[in-house]
């Protein structure tokens, strides 16, 4: 059962790094995490493996210790990725023409910060859901 479980935590993020790529393309963000994981297709799917073996082999392995220490990885990871991204978008031409070029950078940044933690949130709950199914 803790594999099943594992299985689909890792689904989960690799569906999120998926959807952060198709979302960083479509904003032309740059960034440490856009560059380093997020530039281009091969560069996605080498992260993916080495985050996907990496993850299942942590999250088997805390599973065995205690359930809440995965819900805390979990939100780490998931956390770091989407953080990067949302701010990165805070600072987008796209962004900002189409909130308004009259609003502060630290109001933009703000908005796109509590973006970032209800994403979060919603990630871990699920999570939490998929550990106490």
Do not use: P
Not at 42 to 57: E, H
Not at 89 to 110: P, Q
């Amino acid at each position: 059962m803790d594999y099943l479980i594992c299985s689909v935590l890792v689904s989960l993020h690799i569906l999120l790094s998926i959807a952060l790529y198709f979302i960083s393309k479509s904003f032309g963000l740059n960034g440490f995490l856009v560059k380093r994981i997020f530039k281009n297709g091969g560069q996605l799917t080498t992260f993916l493996i080495i985050l996907s073996i990496s993850i299942f082999l942590l999250f088997i392995f805390l599973i065995k210790i205690n359930k809440d220490y995965v819900q805390i990885i979990n939100f780490l990871i998931s956390f770091f990725l989407i953080f990067e991204i949302c701010m990165k978008i805070a600072n987008s031409e796209r962004f900002i023409n189409w909130i308004g070029e009259n609003l502060e950078k630290s109001i933009r940044s703000l908005i796109m910060f509590v973006i970032s933690l209800n994403c979060t949130y919603f990630f871990t709950r699920i999570t939490h859901q998929v550990l106490n199914s």
